[in-house]
C-alpha cells in the first residue's frame, strides 16, 4: 500500500510552496533588473548634470566678462561709473521682467493632480456602487473631497465624462474651475 507521497508525486502543500518559492525568485530578479537600469540610468543621468552645471557656470562666467566689457565699451564715452551703472540697469530691468512673468506662470500653475483625484473619488463611487452601496453614490467622494486641498471648493460630482464603470451615478457637467489666490 503507497501512502500518496512518493518520491515523484509531491502533495499540494508543496506545490504550493515551490510555486511560492518561484514566484519570488521570479519578482526578486525583476527587482535587480529594475535596481541595475535604474542605478545605471542615474549614473549617467548624474553625468549629464554635471557637465550641464559646469557649462552653466562658464556661460554665466562668460556673462558677466560680457557685461564688463560692455561697461567699459559705454566708459569710451561716459565717464566708467556711468557705463557700470547702464549696464546694471539693463541687468535689473531684465531681472525684472523675467521675474514678474515667473511669477506670472506660477500663479496659473495647478500642481496639484486635480484629475488624479477626480478619477479616484469616482473610481471610488463606482466601487461603492457595485458592491451594492447605491444610496451613498457621491458621499465618499464627498468625504474624500477635504484631503484634496481645493477639491472641497468643487462639488463632488466628479469630471466631465460619466464613464460606463460608473454607470452615470457621478456628474455629467465638467468641474468648474477654482480660482487661484
Keep these: 500500500m503507497s501512502t500518496g507521497t512518493s518520491g515523484s508525486e509531491r502533495t499540494i502543500g508543496q506545490l504550493v510552496a515551490d510555486a511560492t518559492h518561484d514566484l519570488q525568485g521570479i519578482v526578486r530578479g525583476e527587482i535587480a533588473l529594475a535596481k541595475a537600469e535604474v542605478s545605471s540610468g542615474a549614473k549617467v543621468l548624474g553625468k549629464g548634470v554635471g557637465l550641464l552645471a559646469g557649462a552653466g557656470f562658464l556661460a554665466l562666467m562668460g556673462f558677466v566678462f560680457l557685461l564688463h566689457s560692455a561697461a567699459w565699451g559705454i566708459a569710451e564715452a561716459l565717464p566708467v561709473w556711468a557705463g557700470y551703472l547702464i549696464v546694471a540697469a539693463v541687468v535689473l530691468l531684465v531681472a525684472v521682467v523675467l521675474g514678474l ?78 480660482p487661484s489666490a
Excluded at 109 to 127: M, S
Excluded at 132 to 152: C, R, Y
Aim: hydrophobic letters at 35%; proline letters at 12%.
Design 101 to 178: 512673468l515667473g511669477k506670472k506662470s506660477l500663479e496659473t500653475a495647478q500642481p496639484a493632480p486635480e484629475r488624479a483625484i477626480d478619477q479616484a473619488q469616482q473610481t471610488i463611487a463606482a466601487l461603492k456602487g457595485a458592491t451594492g452601496d447605491e444610496d451613498t453614490g457621491a458621499a465618499p467622494a464627498a468625504a474624500a473631497a477635504p484631503a484634496g486641498g481645493t477639491a472641497s471648493a468643487r462639488p463632488a460630482s466628479g469630471t466631465a465624462s460619466a464613464g460606463p464603470a460608473s454607470g452615470g451615478a457621478t456628474g455629467s457637467a465638467p468641474p468648474t474651475p477654482t
